[in-house]
């Protein structure tokens, strides 16, 4: 109980402005949009940040330079993987497809149903890896997948989040609305009771932000490494002591089209940087 009251009085410092609200973030010459309105389908929010805005200067820094990004060495690595053979087909990535370029676009409108089913990019990369390759799948969320979802992702890098949700994709964000708004866990906590109430508060010396997913896969500075949208779904719920779905499951994919939703119209950053 004493652990309960100490999150509880964490959480419950009143709101104050948004770390870094008019910190503007440009690479390259292209400036990204963190900060826009709400999507329609928002409730309880009028304007979204990305979560870039609430780090600190030296955490902002990092992603303006990709040289200073610590995320690119892991990207470099997957453009090696991109060219490496494997499986009984003796294939790569790169036969089939002439370049990683050509998936511009494509992490702004993920996941997305295909023949009924929803998809984020992980089962795509696992679909040609098992298919055309003729190889294992990867784990869903280990340096290899990583790797290369950043890669892929970062080929749409400034486009504007434009996840759909209507039609198939439906019952799928429906059914991870519930899940963010569903209290589990010892502690009795939902996705919305960081995200969406207490967004711009200090806990354990950071600052919550509206936990937007434009910039995944990205790099933390916690782990040292890439780190997966459904990684972090899985850390969030170990952090309120409750049990995670499996990372790829129907539940953590229903989610994760929920909460690239509530990004829509801003920047895609892959790969981001966050502590």
């Known amino acids: 109980m004493r652990t309960i009251a100490t999150v509880c009085t964490l959480l419950l410092v009143a709101k104050g402005a948004v770390a870094g609200e008019d910190a503007v973030l440009d690479i390259e010459g292209e400036t990204f949009i963190t900060k826009t309105a709400a999507p329609a389908h928002m409730e309880n929010v009028d304007t979204i940040f990305s ?3 609430f780090r600190t200067d ?3 820094a990092l992603q303006l330079d990709d040289f200073d990004n610590p995320a690119f060495v892991f990207v470099d690595q997957a453009l090696d993987q991109w060219d490496t053979a494997e499986g009984s087909a003796g294939k790569a990535c790169s036969s089939c497809h002439e370049d990683v370029s050509e998936f ?6 993920l996941p997305r149903v295909e023949n009924g089913e929803l998809v984020t990019l992980t089962n795509l990369v ?3 890896v098992t298919e055309r390759m003729g ?3 990867w784990s869903y969320s280990g340096s290899k997948m990583s790797g290369m979802t950043a890669l892929i992702a970062h080929q749409s890098r400034g486009m504007a989040m434009d996840v759909k949700i209507d039609g198939d994709a439906a019952p799928h964000w429906e059914l991870g609305k519930e899940i963010y708004y569903t209290r589990v866990g010892q502690l009795q906590m939902a996705c919305a009771n960081c995200h969406e109430d207490n967004y711009g508060n200090m806990i354990r010396a950071d600052h919550l932000s509206q936990g937007q997913i434009n910039g ?3 790099y ?3 782990n040292a490494k890439i780190n997966t949208t459904h990684g972090r779904f899985k ?3 170990k952090n309120i002591r409750a049990t995670p779905y499996k990372e790829g499951s129907a539940e953590f994919k229903a989610l994760e089209l929920y909460v690239a939703s509530r990004g829509n119209g801003l920047s895609v950053e892959t790969p981001a940087v966050r502590n």
């Open 51 to 53: 979560g870039w805005v």
């Open 58 to 60: 030296e955490t902002q």
């Open 104 to 109: 511009e676009g494509l992490k702004a409108k």
């Open 126 to 128: 696992n679909t040609c």
């Open 135 to 137: 190889a294992e799948e």
């Open 216 to 218: 995944f896969p990205l």
């Open 220 to 222: 933390r500075l916690k």
């Open 235 to 237: 850390g969030c719920m």
